[in-house]
């Protein structure tokens, strides 16, 4: 493995074999890196040396609180490109998909409660009234004024934003898309979608060149060590600072192994950085 390592990330002068070893895999792992697959089994192997005491003295009892310094929400970076989307001046609706319980529900309403003055939701599941409105539209206006109804208040294009969930459970939902990206691209349309690849496979009627698709996957090793408030472990790998980080090999060892233990599902990983519960 450590030939391997020295080709794919070489060794900075100075650092020994061993923690070049290290710090190459935590950031191949961390960003996903395919060459990272060739060093995996023989790091994991080697992370076997850590000391169980010191892992068992990172642990909190159930319901403690958590230090100061670890942050309150879970930051996705998917955050940063629904940043980035709210401040296009011709933006076209926005498609967050991804498995079940991944968290997209949440990420739209936090990212909407920070970023928007007002947010209407509306949930496209088992909803016949949705499915009722979404049919018989032809324009764009007349589709705002049906979600006014329903919601019951304004949806002002400037403070705005309307998020629509689930949206494959309403085939015709998907297909008007395009009214919001031809006729009314000042409204803010955020979706939400855990089916859309079975919308597609029946043949439905999709605008794909009218709206905008971003996959939110479960958690990766870098948001992990940010919901467990340890930013700072981050930012060595980001700037790969191979100097410093051999220094925190035990404590990266230990977050991987909790990593790979409690997996990257938002509701798993909040249960563990509020007590380090693995119940």
């Known amino acids: 493995a450590a030939p391997l390592c020295g080709r794919f990330f070489p060794r900075p002068p100075g650092q020994p074999r061993k923690s070049a070893f290290c710090s190459a895999f935590f950031a191949g792992f961390c960003e996903k890196s395919p060459k990272s697959r060739l060093i995996f089994l ?13 892992r ?14 670890e942050s309150d929400r879970m930051l996705r970076t998917e955050y940063a490109h629904l940043k980035s989307w ?16 991944v968290g997209k529900t949440w990420l739209l309403r936090e990212f909407c409660k920070v970023e928007y003055a007002d947010c209407v939701y509306i949930d496209l599941e088992d909803n016949e009234r949705m499915g009722a409105l979404f049919s018989e539209v032809t324009g764009a206006e007349q589709l705002i004024t049906g979600l006014e109804l329903y919601a019951g208040r304004r949806i002002d294009p400037a403070s705005t934003a309307l998020i629509l969930d689930e949206i494959q459970a309403v085939p015709r939902a998907a297909s008007c898309l395009k009214l919001f990206a031809k006729d009314a691209p000042q409204y803010h349309v955020l979706c939400a979608s855990s089916g859309l690849d079975a919308l597609l496979r029946t043949g439905a009627d999709f605008p794909a060149e009218w709206v905008e698709i971003v996959n939110l996957h479960p958690l990766s090793f870098f948001e992990f060590l940010t919901a467990a408030g340890k930013d700072e472990l981050v930012e060595l790998l980001r700037q790969r600072r191979y100097d410093l980080t051999p220094s925190f090999r035990q404590e990266y060892v230990s977050y991987l192994k909790y990593y790979l233990f409690v997996g990257g599902m938002p509701e798993a990983v909040e249960a563990f950085r509020a007590g380090r519960d693995f119940a």
Do not use: D, T, V
Request: hydrophobic share 25%; no cysteine.
């Open 42 to 54: 023989p790091a994991m192997l080697y992370s076997r040396k850590a000391a169980p005491r010191q």
């Open 56 to 69: 068992e003295a990172r642990r909190r009892p159930r319901g403690e609180r958590r230090p100061e310094g």
């Open 86 to 101: 709210k401040n296009q001046p011709a933006r076209r609706p926005l498609i967050l998909r991804g498995p079940r319980q």
